[in-house]
């Protein structure tokens, strides 16, 4: 078979990504923080690109360019001006041509720099290091507790077993211990222990309480005190019931953390996207601009392409060109997304009017399709939008995926969204009995004579959804 050559015409489509397009939907998905962001590494970047100023009313009159000598006459009487009236100058120089005067220096000359500061929390491995070097005196003692403080995680417990430790250390089982042991009584109390029974075991022992029902508990008996099975810690222990519940009271007053207080986690900061304010019994959609760069195209390199004067190469007139319509993309896709997200929080309120107004026992089913269809949109442009991005509202602050939600069925008819039963089941738990709470079978008989229809198997689900223990560990004697 002949291998030739062929021209074919063929009608085919398909969908092609602008970089409009393309810049459009990154800024969609992107967090107000990452917006931010993003304007100003663009505002560093794209040299036609600025942001709009606010002139105070004082600098709107401009000074003419031509006459030199009248400004600098008019900036040295505005000097002499701000100068204040009620400074005794003549006790100033007296005080300084004095034989015993006061040596004036300069405020900067050994003053240090406060762009040199930087704020800095010690961390656990900092903090245990300085201790080694206060506490061991051998060379050998330090490079082992360096190891240690090595293989320690964030919560201050040894992650690594033991023989490994030791390979590590390339010393012996005797010597790594007593570094261990050593190390066990370092601030804060607890750390460097293998697990949670040692931890406890260790500070148990420093508050005194060795050879009491606290310590044998803790050795024997961590189980039953997870599960609260205090009658089988009774049983084993002969021992009354009040005598456990004291001696739990103490166990929950120690630290099964100890590394807990030098986490480097830093709390995350919600900025609402959007405001919804009730007026006079309607609801008013703001939106938030507040630190959002005002942006636009740069005069200079406008006039620049449009003056025929300018002799510009083609090369730089292509780079300016490629800037501008740079700039010009953002510009319109910034206020692009604006304008969904302000569609998208109008569709929902009138979804959702009833939540805004009353509460999240209001709250209706609600799905992208819903939202997608009232304001034409695609759901794919619906999930972007909703996603990292807050309302402040009359009920509190919440992210827009918080108003869809799937439907539960009612006894008799209906559906209620998903949350509002969510809320029900924290509702009914914190008014149970912590003596006899409820398992999550009588709940869901609860639920169904408030109308709702779910199955228990749903209602543990939810339950551990809002992180709330099973009924045998929410028990309270």
Known sequence: MAIELRLQQKLTQQLIMTPQLQM???????????????????????????????????????????????????????IE?????????????????????????????????????????????????????????????????????????????????????????????????????????????????????ECLLIQARHLGL????????????????????????????????????????IIKGLEPRPGRQFSDENPQYIVPDIYVYEFEDEFVIMLNDDGMPKLRVNSFYKNAISNKEEKISNNAKEYIQDKMRSAAWLIRSIHQRQKTIYKVMESILKFQREFFKKGIAYLKPLVLRDVAQDIDMHESTISRVTTNKYAYT???????????NSSINRVHGGAIASASVQDKIKQIVDSEDHKKPYSDDKIAEILSKSNINIARRTVAKYREMLKILPSHKRKQF
């Open 24 to 78: 459009a939907i990154k800024l969609l998905q992107l967090s107000r923080l990452e917006l931010v962001d993003a304007v100003r590494q663009e505002l560093e970047e794209n040299p036609a690109l600025e942001e709009v100023v606010d002139v105070s009313p004082e600098d709107r009159f401009e000074q003419p360019e031509n006459n030199f000598e009248q400004n600098a006459v008019t900036k040295e009487v505005t």
């Open 81 to 197: 001006e701000k100068i204040k009236e009620d400074v005794d100058w003549s006790n100033y120089i007296e005080e300084y041509n004095s034989p015993g005067r006061i040596s004036y220096e300069s405020e900067d000359r050994d003053a240090p720099r406060f762009e040199s500061f930087v704020a800095h929390k010690k961390t656990l491995g900092e903090h245990l290091l300085w201790q080694i070097m206060m506490s061991f005196t051998g060379e050998k003692e330090k490079r082992i507790g360096t190891i240690i403080v090595g293989n320690l995680n964030a919560d201050g417990y040894l992650d690594i077993p033991y023989k490994d430790l030791l390979c590590s250390c390339d010393a012996s089982s005797q010597e790594v211990e007593k570094v261990l042991t050593a190390m066990h009584n370092f601030d804060p109390l607890g750390v460097c222990a293998r697990d949670l029974k």
């Open 210 to 249: 060795d050879n009491t029902i606290v310590f044998d508990i803790i050795e024997n008996h961590l189980p039953n005190l997870e599960n609260r099975n205090y009658k089988a810690i009774c049983r084993s222990l002969k021992i009354d019931i009040e005598d456990v519940i004291v001696a739990v009271n």
């Open 394 to 404: 009359p009920q509190g602050i919440f992210e827009l995926k918080y108003f869809f």
